[in-house]
């Protein structure tokens, strides 16, 4: 089983781009139109109310600041108000949330295009993407062309671990706590990266933390952790022989009332790194070189190479296999018991871990090792 190396990170495009929009905030040169996209709302949600800060005054927003949901918006509409001059100020600013570009009829989408090929001067357009992603269709070809021609489009990341790490030390530190690399590391591998999600378990974590410095501890004690974090661990408990502690993990994931099948999507998931960390191991390659292949930080890569390790190669390939088919017969098999099902994949997945481990030690002791 062959698993080709995931495209490379895209490139610093994204940060380029942020950087020219913090100058341009700050210089008041704001483009006439952004398009806003990706994961970390925070970031987008903070740089539009930077733009807004700049550009409309509290004295005449009602007049300058127009905001928009992208379901009952038309193309005329939003024509009318960019032309409305800007009253007492320079700039006036529209906000659209979901407007779906690429999905308007015909004749909106037409309209829309002579629009955004003649914007008003004054005015600042921000589209931005929240519940519904954003996806270019380069088959439309003329509204394609003019938002790339005349909309700043900008997607807003995870920031890198350095950055976000520095990012949650600051905010300790408004509440005058203290928090090292260490348990920084392990409250994003806990909570996830993006910064919308960190702030209200960072909030929780100020608020009881008894001492100065937040540990590890504290996080176990107060944060939920994600199921990624969650799926490592049960894993891990495989790995380490502790079936009870990995039976108790599932449990409590089948408590929540996670479909089944999407558990073993994450699980399966989680199988596959193991083994390409198992794969990298064997033929010398570090925890770097898997971290770029899977697009993960740090943190998460040197957990992942460290469990992998206590794995034999065969072993890995048989629990990918067993996820493929348990996840083919809750497709296709009406009436099953998928939550049994799940049980029954661990306890398997444990037996043979018993029996690789076993001869393991056999081939050992037979050789003098």
């Known amino acids: 089983m062959a698993y080709a190396k995931k495209k490379a990170a895209k490139t610093d495009e ?17 483009k006439r139109a952004y398009l806003f996209y990706g994961d970390e709302a925070y970031l987008r949600d903070y740089y539009t109310s930077e733009i807004k800060k700049a550009l409309i005054s509290d004295l005449f927003e009602a007049f300058n600041y127009h905001k928009f949901d992208g379901k009952d918006l038309t193309a005329e509409i939003l024509k009318e108000t960019a ?3 800007p009253v007492m100020a320079d700039r006036s600013l529209i906000v659209i949330s979901d407007y779906d570009l690429f999905k308007l009829p015909g004749g909106q989408r037409d309209e829309l295009v002579l629009f955004l090929n003649d914007l008003p001067e004054w005015v600042c357009i921000i589209f931005i993407y929240d519940i519904i992603p954003y996806q ?7 509204l394609y062309n003019a938002l790339n021609e005349n909309v700043e489009m900008i997607e807003f990341r995870a920031l890198g671990q350095n950055d976000l790490i520095k990012w949650i030390t600051g905010r300790f530190k408004n509440f005058n706590k203290k928090i090292s690399v260490a348990a920084a590391e392990y409250l994003i591998f806990t909570r996830g990266d993006l910064m919308t999600g960190l702030i209200p378990e960072i909030e929780k974590l100020a608020s009881y933390a008894p001492g100065e410095s937040i540990t590890e501890q504290d996080i176990d004690a107060v944060c939920e952790p994600i199921l990624s974090a969650e799926i490592f661990r049960l894993s891990d408990a495989v790995l380490k022989d502790d079936y009870d502690r990995a039976a108790g993990i599932l449990g409590d994931l089948l408590k929540t009332r996670t479909e089944p099948i999407l558990l073993l999507a994450a699980l399966g998931g989680q199988f ?6 198992r794969l990298a191991i064997d033929n010398g390659k570090n925890q770097d070189w898997l971290a770029e292949l899977w697009g993960m930080k740090s943190y998460p890569a040197k ?11 065969t072993w890995c390939a048989e629990a990918v296999r ?18 049994g099902e799940l049980k029954l994949l661990l306890a398997r997945l444990g037996a043979s871990r ?5 001869s393991a030690l056999s081939g050992k002791k037979r050789y003098g090792g």
Do not use: F, P, Q
């Open 354 to 358: 018993k029996t690789a481990v076993k």
């Open 322 to 339: 067993e996820c493929e088919i348990l996840d083919s017969r809750m497709k296709s098999e009406g009436g099953l018991d998928a939550e």
């Open 136 to 142: 270019a269709n380069k088959s439309v070809k003329k």
């Open 14 to 30: 994204s940060d380029i781009k942020l950087k020219k929009l913090k100058s341009d905030i700050a210089d008041g040169t704001c």
């Open 83 to 85: 032309e409305a001059m």
């Open 272 to 277: 596959r790194k193991i083994y390409t960390a």
């Open 303 to 313: 957990l992942l190479y460290a469990s992998a390790k206590r794995a034999d190669l």
